[in-house]
Nanobody
């Protein structure tokens, strides 16, 4: 049974940092891409960052580039999303999901079949 469990969200002040974790189980983790999406109330789910099965294959949403960093540890079956210099507009529920690829950065929720339950990030100004 595929399972993804996110953690690390919370309340943080503008300019602060958080590290989100996504722990996977139930599938061949090192063969799959993992993406982080986020969704806030009244908005569509949007891709934030994606890492391919090659840890060096990473992609970022424009507004996240330079502030967020994605990494994976295949031994721990875990993907991390480091959020630095967070801003109020980064407030959302963050989800990790597994799929077959990051598609050179052109990925969408429909490309990912299994999802975690989400972790809430709230940034105060």
């Amino acid at each position: 049974q595929v399972q993804l469990v996110e953690s690390g969200g919370g309340l943080v002040q503008s300019g602060g940092s958080l590290r989100l974790s996504c722990v996977a189980s139930g599938f061949a983790f090192d063969r799959y891409s993992i993406a982080w999406f986020r969704q806030s109330s009244g908005t569509e789910r949007e891709g934030v960052s994606c890492v391919g099965n090659n840890p060096g294959d990473t992609y970022y949403k424009d507004s996240a580039a330079g502030r967020f960093s994605i990494s994976r540890n295949n031994d721990k079956k875990t993907v991390y999303l480091q959020l630095d210099d967070v801003q109020p507009e980064d407030s959302a529920t963050y989800y990790c999901a597994t799929g077959l690829g990051c598609f050179s950065g052109h990925y969408f929720p429909a490309d990912f079949g299994s999802w975690g339950q989400g972790t809430q990030v709230t940034v105060s100004s």
